[in-house]
């Protein structure tokens, strides 16, 4: 299972952003461009639809590929208590032939998208990821290069980190600390809870601009 928070920020702060990822992580930004294709299946599978990811990462050399499934959110008072969203989710290493397989078990195109931004990786009492994209659409199938933003002049930021039944509470306690710490530039909440930007992102910018960043957790 995974913890996740989204939320958006407008283009023109996102060097703010990183500039306060960069102090408050540690580590350097990793380069995102991948090009993810979402696959539903058939009738032929069941009256339950289900809903498989291709991720495939076209930063690398040779672009590598990741199936990844995302289940339901865990229910009961204690998750509505809760600001972070707790899910299932299975992922695993592909080969380039994986697209070609879900067509032939009977998976139709859904749509798909390129998301191009960076990454962080790092540590805090969880394996935290916080990813900043544009997410953009394709023209003509597949059409990687020829894609335009959903949305321009603002970028999608996600905070995830791994869980298991075991531990997830330390880890949305971990998560939820970690967004503290970028509220002065947006809000990160649930998926489907829309937030929309802040109003101190401005000065918030300004200010990071300036200093050139924060401290190292």
Known sequence: MECVVQGIIETQYVEALEILLQGLCGVNRERLRVHEICLKSGPNLGFVTSEVRLLCDLEQSEPTWTVKHVGGAMRGA???Q??????????????????????????????????VGFTFHFERAAQITVTVSSVNKMLKLHATDEAVPVTP?????????????????EVVASVSS????????????????????????????????????????
């Open 78 to 80: 204690g998750a509505e």
């Open 82 to 115: 809760i600001s972070v969203l707790v899910r299932s989710m299975v992922e695993s290493k592909a080969s380039k032939n994986v697209l070609r397989l879900f067509y032939s078990l009977g998976y139709k195109l859904d749509h798909e998208l390129l998301r």
């Open 178 to 217: 970690f967004c503290e710490y970028l509220a002065p530039l947006l809000h990160l909440s649930k998926p489907g809870v829309s937030t929309g930007v802040v109003p101190t992102a401005a000065a918030a910018a300004a200010s990071l601009m300036s200093d050139g960043g924060g401290t190292t957790l």
């Open 153 to 169: 002049g603002i970028q999608m930021v996600e905070v995830t980190a791994p869980a298991t039944s075991e531990n997830y509470n």
